[in-house]
């Protein structure tokens, strides 16, 4: 019980740090207008906008696409950040040596930074809503807004945040891990793209999520698996990061129960990015044939 107090109070002032920071207030204040211009843009009589307009689903997924976009690259800032900052402000030995366990200190970080991000999430989706119901060009399609966050989103902050932790803590800069996320994210945006059935897709921007009320997403399962394996990757490295923190651990138990929850999620990971090949290389034959 007491773990989980700790891990709340950690969550909590990380996420009143983040709603303090200038840069994430402004970059907040940006997502919001240019969300609003668009929403307007979309719902408005305009014809050329009729492809947006022609499944209601389409309004929170666009919105969402475009949030994850830019919330990936800002998740990669923060998750590099949080090691720093501690540092660059000498704060390090405060932290670290109060009572508190490597698996406290990160899973409350995350969940932090989950928490700020859920927030804007709400704040985004809210917006739409409230212009949809406003300019009823199109019906609302509820589900879509509780299904795209979870479907889109979460998969890939925690993917972007494991990753971010992890090359933090093996190569200690914060030049070099910013130079290779964006370099990753880079090759993945304009190369690897849609190859082996988007299974690089990490943001979901190629992804075929818009949902229609009659097909639904067209081919759930293997979007699914696609979306998975990102989640099982995700919380892999953020056990990792657990494993890797130069501090005393603290607790045997924990540490021991860190090592099995990264190998089994890296091993669920793997065995969904082969189930995920197979589906693909198993409808290239049909096409093939």
């Known amino acids: 019980m007491g773990s989980f107090q700790t891990i709340r109070t950690i969550a909590r002032f990380e996420a009143i740090l983040l709603f303090r920071s200038w840069f994430f207030r402004i970059f907040t204040v940006l997502i919001l207008l240019f969300l609003f211009g668009m929403n307007i843009g979309v719902l408005s009589e305009d014809d050329s906008n009729w492809i947006l307009r022609a499944l209601p689903s389409n309004i929170p997924y666009f919105n969402m696409v475009f949030l ?7 998740a990669m800032f923060l998750a590099i950040d949080f090691l720093r900052r501690d540092k660059k402000l000498d704060t390090s030995e405060v932290i670290f040596t109060r009572s508190m366990t490597n698996w406290d200190y990160v899973w409350g970080k995350t969940i932090g930074v989950l928490a700020v991000f859920l927030v ?5 989706l809210l917006m739409a809503m409230i212009i949809n119901l406003a300019i009823p060009v199109v019906d609302i399609h509820w589900r879509s807004y509780l299904v795209y966050p979870l479907v889109i989103s979460l998969p890939s902050i925690l993917f972007v945040m494991g990753f971010a932790f992890l090359i933090m803590s093996l190569v200690r800069n914060q030049a070099i891990a910013l130079v290779i996320l964006l370099g990753y994210s880079g090759v993945v945006m304009f190369t690897l793209k ?3 059935n988007f299974l690089f897709d990490f943001m979901a921007m190629r992804l ?5 009320d009659i097909t639904g997403f067209g081919y759930e399962p293997a979007l699914m698996v696609q979306r998975l394996i990102y989640v099982a990757l995700g919380i892999s490295m953020i056990f990792g990061t657990v494993l890797l923190m130069k501090r005393l651990p603290q607790s045997r ?3 021991l129960f860190a090592w099995i929850s990264m190998s089994v999620t890296a091993a669920a990971g793997v065995f969904l990015i082969t189930l995920h090949v197979a589906g ?3 409808d290239h034959l049909h096409r093939k044939f």
Do not use: Q
């Open 253 to 255: 138990v924990r540490t």
């Open 194 to 196: 849609d190859r082996v």
């Open 120 to 124: 804007l999430h709400i704040l985004v």
């Open 208 to 212: 075929p999520l818009m949902h229609s």
């Open 68 to 74: 994850n976009t830019a919330m990936t690259f800002i």
């Open 280 to 282: 693909f290389a198993s």
